[in-house]
Every structure is written in C-alpha cells, then in structure tokens.
C-alpha cells in the first residue's frame, strides 16, 4: 500500500468512509452525551450520520452550542463516557481482541487496555469566546504523536534538526502537538517558553536549526533575539504556529533579512485549529505557497456558511473539524472560528501528497479579538450574526468591526434594515438585547438603515462583517 500522504484519492476516500462509520457510530453516538442528546433531538440515527452524506447533513457545532450560557462545564458532554462496560461496544477490533485475550489471562492489563483508549489522562486548553478543556486519552495522544511524526516529514525536517519552540508555556494543543511531535519523530525539542530572555538563553545553548513562534508575534520576537545577540544564521526553518497571515508572514521574511539570516531559511505555518488537536502544516516543497495540509486517516475537513452552519460550497467559508478515531473529547463537524477560501483534495502541487489541503485559511477569523472600550475580549461574531439571521423585524444587516474615528478603541456596529412597518427604535431596542443574549456582548451601537442603502446585500458572513 501507498504511503499515508500518497495514496489516491478514491482509495482515501473509501478508507475515510469507514473511519466516519467507526467513530460515529461505534464511539461518538453511542458515548458522547451531547451528541446522543442533539442526534435524538434532530430525529437523526447514528447510522444515518455516519455517512460522509450523512455527517454533511449535521448542522455544525461550536463552543456556542456546547456552553450555551458560558460555562465551560458544559464541554464535558463532548467527552465520550464508556468505560469497562461500553469498551467491548466501541473499541476497534484489532483492539478489542487483544483485550479480551488478556482479559481472560490477566484481568488486570485488560483493565489497563480498556483505560488506555477511554479514560482520559490528559488536557489542554480550547476556546475562543470563552475557555474549556479537551481531554485525551492514553490512545489518543498516541494518535497526535504518530501525527507528529508526518508533521515533521512535511515540514522537510530529519532527526538531526534541533527544534527550539519560544510558544507560551501554557497547556494549549499547539504545544502538545510539538512535543509529541517532537516524541514521534525522535528528534530533539527544547520549549523554555515565550520569555525572550530565557528563549535567548536557550538559543545560545543549542545549534539551533528550527525555531517556532507564535505567528502572531514572531517578527517582534525575531528582533528583540537580535538585540540580545542570539546568532539565528544556522536557522533552516522558521515554524509560525497559528496559520499567520499575509501580513505576518512578510513581517517575519523581512525581519529575518534585517537581521542576516540567509535566504535558504524557509518560513513555513503548521495550525491547530481551535478543539482540534492535530497540527496541519505547509510542506517543505512548497516553502509556504499551496496551504495546510492535513491527515485523512485522523480528520476530515469540511466546510460551511457561517452564517447557519450548515452545509455551504462556494465562497470563503468557516472550516469544520470531525477527528477520526479520537476518544476522549470527540467532535464532529467541530466550528473551529477559522475562515477559508477552500480545501481541495487535489494533490499538492509542490510535493504531489494527495492529503486535503485547506487553502488561504485566516485563523479565528470569526472571533476577532477586539480593544472595546470596556476592555480587551474575543467578539463571536457568528453569535452576533446569529442573533440577526432569520427575524422578522430585520430584513437585512451588516456588522462593522473596528477602531472608531473618536478614540481608537474597537466598536461593534450592527446595521439593520427593518421591514417598512415597524418601528425603528423597537427593533434596534430588541436586536441589542438578543445581540447581547447570543453573543454575551451589547453592540456599541444598532443602526437603524433605510432599505437600500447596505452595500453587502444576502452576501455570507464573512463578507457581510466587514472590518473598519
Ligand atoms: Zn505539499
């Protein structure tokens, strides 16, 4: 057999199909009591979901959804919750079969078996709006592991690289993909955090080939490591870890140029995209051009409008994570708050791996952090538009996003067209106060517009906030 990343599509695509079978209906229906509530709820069976029709089928689901009223607690039902007795339903075969052979020699180790793949072990942070754990099991972080491995073949990277990682010390998946990355590929990683004296420290200790960044701060870090004498010219790859954008991403060229490191050094993006745990990454071929590639056998990828969260094809549209084969918290159509232009399944130009590829990706997008003048917060945009989609007192809006012309800080704008009958003041009354009940945030301001006059008509949301 081909390769993980070689095999043709149609053979991926069989293989896919029976990943979505196993872990909707063996796993994910059976055990997660937030999906056993919401499949009853939509009138839908396990087996009618486990369809890649069928899963497409599903309205996606986000942290919204899970903790509607903003208490993480609420993430808990996403962890499947089987135990000794529900293991024998849900563990894979090959699995199960070990497990009861040693059941009958050695109770014990059958009861280490049934741990390793349901009880979890281990969490990290999630959330954009607002902050909850996802949980792993022993088999799963076996699972980011043997992903790692891949991340590290895609990345170009060998044994003999040292990786020195300046991301925050904190319990996120972006740090744990690279540790267990670093596990799987057997290769050296130091992490000392995002401290630029200790990084620095760290730098001048090892010959450092692989440095990874936050990209959001990887140009300024690049300096201040500069200033403090830190020689980078060894460097091979810069690793920007959080999808950066165009802008970031020429910020880091150029500050790599300021400060002398050679041109062969590659700046190339791997990202976790928010509750997923697996780090999609840009391939060494293409030195960043042809988008993030991801695993078949561990997710698949889909898309829709984020306006509804349904189904959607055309058009820059929210990417929706369902992890194949993950036990502990285990999503399906998962609403990562990620914005992309598309993902195709067409090999990757560059190095020919038929894995899906999520092109022109702007992380969190949707959830843009915005300096309001009541302090600092991530704004869920999808929230706000979901409280204006489908009423009757609004026939069209726009939400505007941005620093005001007064004072700098970041206003959230909704533009609303009422129907010719009502009265302006009561709709823009009641839109701030369902804005503020879906979105936990009253806008700065509710416009009230005449008809006509919002450029943007029954465009997405994506292109229907638009950013000041
Ligand atoms: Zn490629």
Sequence with gaps: ???????????????????????????????????????????????????????????????????????????????????????????????????????????????????????????????????????????????????????????????????????????????????????????PLLAPGDDVDDLAAALKLVPVTVLALPSATAATTLDDLDDLGVDLS??????????????????????????????????????????????????????????????????????????TGEAADRGAREVVVTQLGFRGTALLRWRTGDVADNVTADPCPSCGRTVPRVVGLRSGALVPLLALRNGTRAVDVRAVAGALVGRADVQDFRIVLGPSARDGADEVIVHVVPPAAADPSDVAVAVARDVRAAAGLLPTQVVVAADGVLPTDGAPVSRRVLQR
């Design 234 to 307: 060894a460097l091979t790859t810069l690793l920007l870890v959080g999808a950066p954008y165009d802008d970031e991403r020429a910020g880091v060229r150029a500050a790599l140029t300021r400060i002398g490191v050679p041109d062969r050094c590659l700046v190339l993006a791997a990202h976790v995209p928010d509750g997923h745990r697996l780090a999609w990454a840009e391939c060494r071929e293409s030195a960043g051009r042809t988008g993030l590639h991801t695993y078949p056998d561990l997710d698949l990828v889909q898309m829709v409008d984020p306006e």
């Design 1 to 187: 057999m081909p390769a993980w990343d070689r095999r043709p599509t149609s053979q991926l695509a069989k293989q896919r199909e029976a990943a979505v079978r196993t872990q909707v209906v063996d796993a994910v229906a059976p055990f997660s009591p937030f999906w056993r509530a919401r499949l009853k709820s939509l009138g839908r069976t396990a087996t009618q979901s486990s369809t890649l029709d069928g899963l497409s089928q599903l309205p996606a689901v986000g942290e919204r959804d899970v903790c509607p009223d903003g208490d993480p607690a609420g993430a808990a039902a996403l962890v499947l919750q089987a135990g000794e007795s529900g293991f024998a339903l849900h563990a894979q075969g090959p699995v199960l079969r070990r497990a009861l052979a040693r059941r009958l020699a050695r109770p014990g180790t059958y009861r280490a078996v049934v741990e390793a793949d349901t009880r979890p072990t281990s969490y990290v942070w999630a959330g954009q709006g607002l902050r909850f754990p996802v949980a792993s099991t022993r088999s799963d972080l076996d699972l980011v592991a043997r992903a790692g491995a891949r991340l590290w073949q895609l990345l170009g990277l060998t044994g003999a690289d040292v990786v020195v990682s300046g991301l925050p010390t904190l319990p996120t998946a972006s740090v744990q993909a690279l540790q267990l990355g670093a596990l799987g590929a057997g290769a």
